[in-house]
């Protein structure tokens, strides 16, 4: 029985699309509500049975992994003020030691090259990809709700959700079966297709579980959409061999690699926390009226 231990964030992106505030801070450091994207994401990471986060980083992506380590003059000071709220707040972020490591994508070369540079570290045994930029917000963790349904299939699955068909061209897509309690039997994959060529609109999200195999295939460094190395491709061709399944998650994506998006988490979530709610609504409605 193969169990989920290892999770695979590729964050080597240079965030263009939130210039200049990407200028100097990675875009995965950007705060929704009060929390930066990357601990949202290892916070699921880490409920879903995640023993070990591999970053798969960039230059000046520093920041990201010392997030996760001791910030020792500023628990001092925290100590020192007997702020120890805050204290065991800074010190819940630092997971067990040997649980974060990094590794670098020296070439920005897309989404399976980036995998495919956690090779090493992964081993021979399956592992999950998340991508920070998608928030998945739900009553139970997405990547929970994945390795559950993981333990049951032992099989390669991808988190879906239903797109309009216009907006097929920014996902990868599936070419799949009929839904079976909850998944959906893969039958092909395609990058980033026309609207008019799409199989579906059940388009791929930032949670995958793959097994090592797919190591093999992104072996050959094949370049498809935008002349990247697409992890969908090697999906698609992974399927000669085995099952994958495309899985029906509970909760919420937002796309926080965009402005809109990462405007409506920001808003979501913090219309879930009473103390913000109370005075948000009534300025919202102000605003609401003056537009």
């Given at each position: ?31 929704v ?15 879903a ?11 000046g992506?520093?920041l ?5 380590d001791?910030?020792f ?11 120890d709220?805050l204290?065991?707040?800074a ?10 490591v ?19 570290i ?14 998945c917000?739900g ?6 709700q ?10 390669s699955?991808?988190?879906?959700m ?11 897509v599936?070419?799949a ?5 909850g ?10 297709p026309?609207?008019?060529?799409a199989?579906?609109n059940l388009?791929v999200?930032g ?6 195999q797919?190591f093999?295939l ?11 190395i697409?992890?969908t ?7 000669d ?6 899985f029906?998650?509970d909760?919420v ?17 913090a ?6 709610r109370e005075?948000?609504?009534?300025y919202?409605?102000?605003?609401l009226?003056?537009?």
């Open positions: 029985m193969m169990k989920v231990r290892k999770a695979v964030f590729p964050v080597a992106g240079l965030g263009t699309r939130f210039l200049p505030a990407t200028k100097v801070v990675a875009k995965e450091l950007l705060s509500v009060d929390k930066p994207l990357i601990q949202y994401a290892a916070e699921e990471a880490f409920a049975g995640i023993e070990e986060i591999i970053f798969v980083t960039g230059r992506k520093s990201l992994v010392d997030h996760f001791h910030a003059e500023l628990e001092h000071t925290l100590r020192a003020r007997n702020k709220a204290l065991a707040m010190k819940a972020m630092v997971p067990e030691f040997g649980s974060v990094a590794t670098r994508q020296q070439e920005p070369l897309g989404l399976g090259h980036a995998v495919w540079c956690a090779r090493q992964v081993g021979d045994e399956p592992f999950a990809v998340m991508l920070p930029d998608d928030l917000h009553a139970k963790p997405v990547l929970q994945m390795t559950e349904r993981f333990a049951e299939l032992q099989s699955m991808v988190a879906v239903e797109v309009p068909r216009e907006d097929t061209s920014k996902y990868g599936l070419d079966g009929p839904e079976q309690s998944v959906w039997p893969v039958k092909g994959m395609v990058e980033k026309d609207p008019a060529d199989p579906s388009a999200i949670r995958y579980i793959l097994t090592p797919v093999d992104l072996e050959n460094q094949k370049r498809g959409a935008g002349g990247e697409q992890l491709d090697a999906m698609a061709a992974l399927l061999t085995e099952n994958i399944y495309g029906r998650f909760g994506r937002y796309d926080c690699g965009d402005k809109v998006g990462f405007q409506q988490a920001n808003l979501a979530l219309l879930e926390r009473p103390e913000l005075k948000l609504i009534p919202m409605r102000q605003l009226e003056a537009y």
